[in-house]
């Protein structure tokens, strides 16, 4: 289980784009049983910038980790935020983080 102040502290650390190392997620103290739930593996495309997956600023084939937006959704839920909503649009993943974070401003 996990604290509603913990929560809203995780949460306020997402964005919609980062990919959260197992050992991040640790550190940060995500529920273990999470980790286990929300963790992949991770193909980078080198195509275009924004589908390549960057570790100390370089460019990596693989990575391993929970993807921040998931996390985020994970988070509101444990906080009462209903997530229905952001699902059937197709909006990126900034702006899932966002909505969540002004749904729990309003209340």
Request: net charge negative; glycine share 6%; charged share 25%.
């Amino acid at each position: 289980m996990i604290s509603r102040s913990h929560a809203l502290a995780l949460l306020s650390l997402c964005d919609g784009n980062e990919i959260w190392s197992v050992e991040y997620c640790r550190a940060q103290r995500v529920p273990e049983s999470w980790i286990g739930e929300l963790a992949d593996a991770f193909e980078s495309g080198f195509d275009s910038d924004i589908d390549t997956i960057y570790f100390a600023e370089k460019p990596v084939n693989h990575y391993e980790g929970i993807l921040a937006v998931d996390l985020a959704m994970k988070l509101a839920a444990v906080l009462g935020v209903s997530t229905t909503r952001f699902l059937g649009a197709s909006r990126d993943r900034d702006a899932i983080v966002r909505e969540i974070r002004e749904s729990l401003e309003e209340g």
